[in-house]
C-alpha cells in the first residue's frame, strides 16, 4: 500500500537509488532553492539536506522532480483511482471487466478518515522562526512555506464532508509580521478557503485553520487537486495514499492529521490583513506586495522525525510541473463528463498554467450546414470558462473535434498550427472585458481583474501558414527584426512600451495602420510584438510564456485592418498581440549569479552532485 508518512517514503526511494543525501552545509537563503532548481532541470533525484545551514530539521526537496517518481510513489494506488474514474464515466465497463471493477469499490473505503488519539505529529513543540527560512528569489519578501497543507472547514458545517485542504502562500518571516506569531495566508480567487473564509465573515467569526507540512505524500498531491467543490481533499489523499487518513483532534482545535512531519495551528480573524509578498512565483515573476489576511499562531507541532519538505516556485517548468501532468493522467479523463461537449481542455503549464488554455470539442449543432462555424464550440468555452479554476483563464483556444479527429491538445505545435489554419479574426474573436483573471497576473488591469479572449475557430483550412521570415519585409521605424515562432505565428521585436494601465499604445496602432493594404504578413496571421524576437522565437516554451503571459486580451490585442461591428470587434489582416514588458508589470524573476556560481561547484568532479547537474 501507498506511504503513510514522510519517513517512509524517503527510506525507500534511498533504497531503491531515487534519492541523494547532501551532508555539505547549503544555505536556505537562495542556495537551497537554487540547487533544488538545477536539479529539477536535470531530472535528478530528490535530495535529503541533513546539514543545511541553521536549520533544526532535514530538508526534503524534488520529491516530485520527475513525471516517473511521481508516478513510482503512487504505483500502489494508482490504478485504484483509475477504475473507479472508468466507472464514473462508462458504468457499462464493469460489466466486460468484473473481477477489476469489483476492485473499486474496496479503494472507496479508504475515503473515509479515521480518527485516532495517537499522533506522533504532535509530539514535540516549536515556534516559526525554528522552521527552516527558505527564501528562494533574491528579491522575495522572506521566507514562506512552499508545500503547505492548509486546512480548514465550513464555519456552519464543520466536519470532514465540508472541509477544504489547498496549498496557499503562508509567510514565516519578513514585512510586519510579529515574529513567531503571525503568518501570512496568500490565497487567491476562486480558492475553497474563500468560500469559509467567507462564511466566517458573514457569521462575525474568526476562521480557524491548520497549516501542514509533509506527512503522507498523498496529502500534498490532494492539496493542489481541482476537486470539484464540496469533496474532501482528505478523502482524495485516503484514495491515492492508499489507506484511510489517520487524524487526530485538539480540544478548540481542527483536527490534524497524526502523520503529518509539522501544523501550525491557529485563526484567521475578520477583516484582519497585512502586507504579504513580494515572492517568486509560477508565472515567472514576482508577485508584489498586496494586504492579504494572516494567522494568529496560537501553536506549531512536529514529530520527533519531522523533516521538511520544499519546493521552488518559478518559471515553468518546475516541480509542480510534475504535479500537473500526474494530474492530468488522472482526472483527464473526466473533463468530457463536466463539460458536454468537451474532449479535450489542456491548461498549458509553460504559460503559466491559467493564461493559456487549449481544448477541443464537438461542434454538432448544423450537422447539416455546407461550411461549418463555430456554434456550439462557444456554448462549450462558456461552460469551461464557469468551471472552478479554469474560469481564470485569459487565453481559450477552442477547435472542432469534427475537423480534425487525431488532433490533441497537447500536440500544442499541432494545435497551434490547425487554429491558425482556420481562424477568421473577422469572427472568431470573443471578449469578455472586464472580469477576473488569476492573482498573480499583473498583465490586467489590476489586482485579479483583467480580460479574456475565446478563439473557436471550425470549418475548413482558409490559408497556407508561412516558415520563414519575407524576404523584403517592411517595418515601421523602431519595429525589427523579426522571427518565426510557428507556422503562421511571427514574433516582432518592438521599442520599449510607455503604455499606461488599461490603454491602448499609439505605437501598435501606427503598426498596424502601416501594414494595410500591404503583403507584409502572408503567411502569418499572428503577430507577437515582443522586447526580443530572437527569445520569443528561440523555444516552443518561451514563445508560450512571452506571449501569454505578458499580454491582456482588452487592451493588448491589435489587428491589421480592425473594424467593429455592433459591439463585435474583429480585423481583416494579421491579429496583433503586444507581449512586451509593460510599465506596470511584475518584475521577471533572475537567478543570483554568485549563488549560481557556488551551485555550479557542486557539480565538479568529487562533487556531491557531479553527474546530476
Same mark, same amino acid.
Not at 120 to 131: F, G, H, I, N, Y
Not at 275 to 283: I, Q, R, S
Not at 326 to 354: M, Q, R, S, W, Y
Not at 406 to 428: K, Q, V, Y
Given at each position: 500500500?501507498?506511504?503513510?508518512?514522510?519517513?517512509?517514503?524517503?527510506?525507500?526511494?534511498?533504497?531503491?537509488?531515487?534519492?541523494?543525501?547532501?551532508?555539505?552545509?547549503?544555505?536556505?537563503?537562495?542556495?537551497?532553492?537554487?540547487?533544488?532548481?538545477?536539479?529539477?532541470?536535470?531530472?535528478?533525484?530528490?535530495?535529503?539536506?541533513?546539514?543545511?545551514?541553521?536549520?533544526?530539521?532535514?530538508?526534503?526537496?524534488?520529491?516530485?522532480?520527475?513525471?516517473?517518481?511521481?508516478?513510482?510513489?503512487?504505483?500502489?494506488?494508482?490504478?485504484?483511482?483509475?477504475?473507479?474514474?472508468?466507472?464514473?464515466?462508462?458504468?457499462?465497463?464493469?460489466?466486460?471487466?468484473?473481477?477489476?471493477?469489483?476492485?473499486?469499490?474496496?479503494?472507496?473505503?479508504?475515503?473515509?478518515?479515521?480518527? &485516532?488519539?495517537?499522533?506522533?505529529?504532535?509530539?514535540?513543540?516549536?515556534?516559526?522562526?525554528?522552521?527552516?527560512?527558505?527564501?528562494?528569489?533574491?528579491?522575495?519578501?522572506?521566507?514562506?512555506?512552499?508545500?503547505?497543507?492548509?486546512?480548514?472547514?465550513?464555519?456552519?458545517?464543520?466536519?470532514?464532508?465540508?472541509?477544504?485542504?489547498?496549498?496557499?502562500?503562508?509567510?514565516?518571516?519578513?514585512?510586519?509580521?510579529?515574529?513567531?506569531?503571525? @503568518?501570512?495566508?496568500?490565497?487567491?480567487?476562486?480558492?475553497?478557503?474563500?468560500?469559509?473564509?467567507?462564511?466566517?465573515?458573514?457569521?462575525?467569526?474568526?476562521?480557524?485553520?491548520?497549516?501542514?507540512?509533509?506527512?503522507?505524500?498523498?496529502?500534498?498531491?490532494?492539496?493542489?487537486?481541482?476537486?470539484?467543490?464540496?469533496?474532501?481533499?482528505?478523502?482524495?489523499?485516503?484514495?491515492?495514499?492508499?489507506?484511510?487518513?489517520?487524524?487526530?483532534?485538539?480540544?478548540?482545535?481542527?483536527?490534524?492529521?497524526?502523520?503529518?512531519?509539522?501544523?501550525?495551528?491557529?485563526?484567521?480573524?475578520?477583516?484582519?490583513?497585512?502586507?504579504?509578498?513580494?515572492?517568486?512565483?509560477?508565472?515567472?515573476?514576482?508577485?508584489?506586495?498586496?494586504?492579504?489576511?494572516?494567522?494568529?499562531?496560537?501553536?506549531?507541532?512536529?514529530?520527533?522525525?519531522?523533516?521538511?519538505?520544499?519546493?521552488?516556485?518559478?518559471?515553468?517548468?518546475?516541480?509542480?510541473?510534475?504535479?500537473?501532468?500526474?494530474?492530468?493522467?488522472?482526472?483527464?479523463?473526466?473533463?468530457?463528463?463536466?463539460?458536454?461537449?468537451?474532449?479535450?481542455?489542456?491548461?498549458?503549464?509553460?504559460?503559466?498554467?491559467?493564461?493559456?488554455?487549449?481544448?477541443?470539442?464537438?461542434?454538432?449543432?448544423?450537422?447539416?450546414?455546407?461550411?461549418?462555424?463555430?456554434?456550439?464550440?462557444?456554448?462549450?468555452?462558456?461552460?469551461?470558462?464557469?468551471?472552478?479554476?479554469?474560469?481564470?483563464?485569459?487565453?481559450?483556444?477552442?477547435?472542432?473535434?469534427?475537423?480534425?479527429?487525431?488532433?490533441?491538445?497537447?500536440?500544442?505545435?499541432?494545435?497551434?498550427?490547425?487554429?491558425?489554419?482556420?481562424?477568421?479574426?473577422?469572427?472568431?474573436?470573443?471578449?469578455?472585458?472586464?472580469?477576473?483573471?488569476?492573482?498573480?497576473?499583473?498583465?490586467?488591469?489590476?489586482?485579479?481583474?483583467?480580460?479574456?479572449?475565446?478563439?473557436?475557430?471550425?470549418?475548413?483550412?482558409?490559408?497556407?501558414?508561412? &516558415?520563414?521570415?519575407?524576404?523584403?519585409?517592411?517595418?515601421?521605424?523602431?519595429?525589427?527584426?523579426?522571427?518565426?515562432?510557428?507556422?503562421?505565428?511571427?514574433?516582432?521585436?518592438?521599442?520599449?512600451?510607455?503604455?499606461?494601465?488599461?490603454?491602448?499604445?499609439? @505605437?501598435?496602432?501606427?503598426?498596424?495602420?502601416?501594414?494595410?493594404?500591404?503583403?507584409?504578413?502572408?503567411?502569418?496571421?499572428?503577430?507577437?510584438?515582443?522586447?526580443?524576437?530572437?527569445?520569443?522565437?528561440? &523555444?516552443?516554451?518561451?514563445?508560450?510564456?512571452?506571449?501569454?503571459?505578458?499580454?491582456?486580451?482588452?487592451?493588448?490585442?491589435?489587428?491589421? @485592418?480592425?473594424?467593429?461591428?455592433?459591439?463585435?470587434?474583429?480585423?481583416?489582416?494579421?491579429?496583433?498581440?503586444?507581449?512586451?514588458?509593460?510599465?506596470?508589470?511584475?518584475?521577471?524573476?533572475?537567478?543570483?549569479?554568485?549563488?549560481?556560481?557556488?551551485?555550479?561547484?557542486?557539480?565538479?568532479?568529487?562533487?556531491?552532485?557531479?553527474?546530476?547537474?
Amino acid at each position: 500500500m501507498g506511504y503513510r508518512n514522510l519517513q517512509e517514503c524517503v527510506a525507500d526511494l534511498e533504497r531503491r537509488g531515487m534519492l541523494r543525501r547532501i551532508e555539505i552545509p547549503l544555505d536556505p537563503n537562495l542556495e537551497i532553492g537554487a540547487l533544488q532548481r538545477r536539479v529539477y532541470r536535470a531530472g535528478g533525484p530528490a535530495l535529503l539536506l541533513t546539514n543545511a545551514v541553521g536549520c533544526h530539521f532535514p530538508l526534503l526537496g524534488n520529491l516530485f522532480g520527475t513525471l516517473e517518481r511521481t508516478r513510482f510513489i503512487f504505483r500502489d494506488t494508482v490504478d485504484d483511482i483509475r477504475r473507479l474514474v472508468d466507472l464514473k464515466i462508462n458504468p457499462f465497463s464493469a460489466l466486460k471487466n468484473p473481477l477489476e471493477a469489483i476492485k473499486a469499490p474496496f479503494a472507496a473505503l479508504n475515503l473515509l478518515p479515521r480518527l &485516532t488519539a495517537s499522533a506522533p505529529s504532535l509530539d514535540c513543540r516549536t515556534t516559526l522562526s525554528q522552521l527552516p527560512q527558505i527564501i528562494s528569489w533574491p528579491k522575495d519578501g522572506g521566507a514562506f512555506v512552499t508545500l503547505p497543507q492548509v486546512y480548514s472547514e465550513s464555519p456552519s458545517q464543520p466536519g470532514f464532508g465540508k472541509s477544504n485542504l489547498g496549498m496557499y502562500r503562508v509567510q514565516l518571516s519578513g514585512n510586519q509580521y510579529q515574529t513567531d506569531r503571525q @503568518a501570512g495566508l496568500h490565497y487567491q480567487i476562486h480558492r475553497g478557503i474563500g468560500g469559509h473564509h467567507a462564511e466566517a465573515i458573514a457569521r462575525g467569526d474568526a476562521l480557524r485553520v491548520n497549516v501542514f507540512i509533509g506527512g503522507a505524500p498523498a496529502m500534498t498531491v490532494a492539496a493542489v487537486m481541482p476537486l470539484p467543490e464540496g469533496m474532501s481533499e482528505i478523502s482524495f489523499a485516503g484514495l491515492l495514499g492508499g489507506h484511510r487518513i489517520a487524524m487526530t483532534r485538539l480540544p478548540g482545535q481542527l483536527p490534524v492529521p497524526a502523520e503529518a512531519d509539522f501544523c501550525i495551528c491557529g485563526v484567521v480573524h475578520t477583516g484582519k490583513t497585512l502586507p504579504e509578498g513580494p515572492f517568486g512565483d509560477h508565472l515567472g515573476y514576482y508577485s508584489l506586495t498586496h494586504e492579504f489576511p494572516f494567522i494568529e499562531v496560537e501553536a506549531v507541532y512536529h514529530r520527533r522525525d519531522a523533516i521538511f519538505p520544499f519546493t521552488t516556485v518559478g518559471r515553468p517548468p518546475q516541480e509542480d510541473t510534475s504535479f500537473g501532468a500526474f494530474i492530468h493522467e488522472l482526472t483527464g479523463p473526466l473533463i468530457p463528463t463536466v463539460v458536454p461537449g468537451v474532449k479535450e481542455v489542456h491548461a498549458v503549464d509553460a504559460a503559466g498554467v491559467h493564461p493559456l488554455l487549449l481544448a477541443i470539442a464537438s461542434e454538432r449543432y448544423v450537422p447539416y450546414a455546407v461550411v461549418r462555424e463555430p456554434q456550439e464550440l462557444l456554448t462549450v468555452a462558456n461552460a469551461i470558462l464557469g468551471q472552478g479554476q479554469l474560469s481564470l483563464a485569459k487565453y481559450l483556444l477552442i477547435a472542432a473535434d469534427e475537423d480534425a479527429p487525431g488532433l490533441h491538445t497537447h500536440d500544442i505545435p499541432a494545435f497551434f498550427r490547425h487554429i491558425l489554419e482556420r481562424a477568421d479574426w473577422r469572427s472568431n474573436l470573443h471578449f469578455q472585458t472586464a472580469t477576473t483573471i488569476d492573482t498573480l497576473d499583473y498583465s490586467g488591469s489590476g489586482l485579479n481583474q483583467g480580460s479574456k479572449v475565446v478563439i473557436a475557430a471550425a470549418g475548413p483550412v482558409l490559408r497556407t501558414l508561412a &516558415t520563414e521570415v519575407p524576404s523584403a519585409l517592411e517595418m515601421p521605424s523602431g519595429f525589427g527584426p523579426a522571427a518565426v515562432c510557428l507556422p503562421g505565428a511571427l514574433a516582432v521585436q518592438g521599442p520599449p512600451s510607455q503604455q499606461g494601465r488599461g490603454d491602448s499604445d499609439p @505605437a501598435v496602432e501606427e503598426f498596424c495602420r502601416f501594414h494595410v493594404g500591404r503583403n507584409t504578413f502572408d503567411g502569418f496571421p499572428l503577430v507577437v510584438l515582443c522586447d526580443d524576437s530572437s527569445f520569443t522565437a528561440a &523555444t516552443l516554451n518561451n514563445f508560450l510564456w512571452v506571449t501569454f503571459t505578458r499580454s491582456n486580451p482588452a487592451t493588448d490585442i491589435y489587428g491589421v @485592418a480592425a473594424e467593429t461591428s455592433g459591439r463585435h470587434w474583429g480585423c481583416r489582416g494579421a491579429l496583433v498581440i503586444d507581449a512586451r514588458i509593460k510599465p506596470f508589470h511584475a518584475p521577471v524573476l533572475e537567478d543570483d549569479p554568485e549563488v549560481e556560481r557556488r551551485i555550479d561547484a557542486l557539480g565538479v568532479k568529487g562533487g556531491p552532485l557531479h553527474g546530476i547537474i
